[in-house]
């Protein structure tokens, strides 16, 4: 067993961010150099690395991993209120849009599965959404905690459809609702045993004693219970990365407060997470990448602008009932342009989409690039428009906050 393809991948992860140093006036996500530096040093280009067991193996974790902190963004008490309807409706209108535009694409012989990209451009990046909102001093906003609202309900809904209708051990969709009713259950088990299990006065103290030391027993916790969901999501007839989404909402849910009781805990997780297993994904994903298939035919590289103008339509247009919570238009505008950015389960659905010849190799090319363009493209446009609108719109109507 070789090392030699590991080694490149590290170093081109632990080398994307002193590029991204050099020109600090380009505000380009990691994310998109980490793959676009996969893409040129891949088979496709220059052959210097290839994507072989143990980097593809690296590779499935640190996806799972990546689902696992999006899952730990998400803030229930954002769904929840007169902004959970306002999410709700626009969720709504995502899946009425996704739909119609596969259902359209497929119509006209454009693509292969409608459901497929249909639920490829339901999902929002959560977690490439959180440091730009707080960048530009909007997170704490009504815009702000409206679109997080809205990319929370947009990827839970992308990964449990992506679960329910595309998965290597699939049955039928009855069955499989019955059987995620069921890993449901057991999931809300597991909240109810931990939450019981911490308030257990030795244990709390046992855990907080242990926390800081080598033995760093909240990250060990943590590891089984991602781990641990994925298996059991497995041996539903799920997708890992279902169970790894869901280990991320459990532990937010059971410890809500781990930002302000012990702030460490999250720099460690993503230390391990963004500092390792996540850049292996992206730098193998670029690895990956069919660039030939691409510029196979002139009709592939139309779709990039195609299905970029998709996921505007689908995840950007439905933000407009959010001029009923009295942001402004500019505001309205730069969330639906922050919801229609998306990469990360762009990626994670082409890829079990050519496992399963749901989708052909120039089609998965031409979303992942639009996923490529609209983390680079939109969250640009959408940062001067929330500079421009900085001042808040006003409260809440009365009796209206929870």
């Known amino acids: 067993m070789s090392y030699d393809n590991l080694v490149i991948v590290l170093a081109v992860a632990a080398c994307v961010p002193f590029l991204l140093a050099l020109v600090p006036r380009v505000r380009l996500p990691g994310p998109v150099l980490e793959i676009l530096a996969g893409v040129v040093l891949g088979p496709a280009v220059l052959d210097v690395v290839r994507p072989d067991a143990m980097v593809q193996a690296l590779s499935i974790i640190g996806l799972s991993f990546l689902l696992f902190l999006a899952g730990l963004e998400i803030d229930v008490q954002q769904l929840r209120g007169p902004r959970g309807r306002l999410v709700v409706v626009g969720l709504a209108g995502t899946f009425a849009l996704a739909g119609a535009v596969g259902w359209v694409l497929n119509l006209a ?52 459809l992506l679960s329910l209708l595309f998965s290597e051990q699939a049955s039928g969709t009855a069955s499989r609702v019955l059987l995620l009713l069921g890993l449901a259950c057991l999931t809300a088990l597991i909240v109810a045993t931990s939450i019981r299990a911490g308030r257990t006065m030795w244990l709390s103290e046992a855990v907080k004693d242990l926390a800081d030391t080598s033995a760093q027993v909240r990250v060990r916790l943590t590891m089984v219970l991602v781990v641990g969901l994925s298996a059991i999501a497995l041996h539903f007839g799920f997708e890992a990365i279902l169970g790894a989404f869901m280990a991320g909402a459990v532990l937010r849910l059971v410890d809500p407060a781990a930002e302000r009781a012990h702030p460490q805990f999250r720099v460690k997780l993503e230390g391990l997470g963004y500092g390792f ?39 950007g247009l439905p933000a407009v009932v959010y001029r009923r919570a009295g942001l402004s238009w500019p505001e309205v505008m730069a969330s639906g342009l922050l919801q229609a950015t998306s990469l990360p389960v762009i990626v994670a659905a ?53």
């Open 109 to 160: 012989g454009l693509v292969e599965s409608p459901l497929l990209i249909g639920t490829a451009l339901v999902a929002t990046s959560l977690g490439l959404l959180i440091p730009i909102l707080k960048d530009a001093d909007a997170i704490d906003r009504p815009v702000g905690q409206l679109t997080i609202g809205g990319a929370s309900a947009g990827e839970v809904g992308a990964v449990l």
């Open 277 to 315: 297993l996540v850049p292996v994904f992206f730098v193998t994903s670029g690895v990956q990448f069919d660039l030939g298939a691409l510029f196979a035919d002139t009709g592939a590289v139309l779709r990039v602008p195609m299905f970029l103008a998709a996921l505007l339509l689908v995840r």
């Open 350 to 402: 082409t890829t079990i989409g050519l496992e399963l010849d749901a989708i052909r190799p120039a089609n998965a090319a031409a979303l992942v690039a639009s996923g490529l363009l609209s983390v680079v493209v939109f969250p640009l446009i959408a940062l001067p428009l929330l500079n421009r609108s900085r001042v808040s719109p006003g409260p809440w109507p009365a009796g209206k906050q929870n």
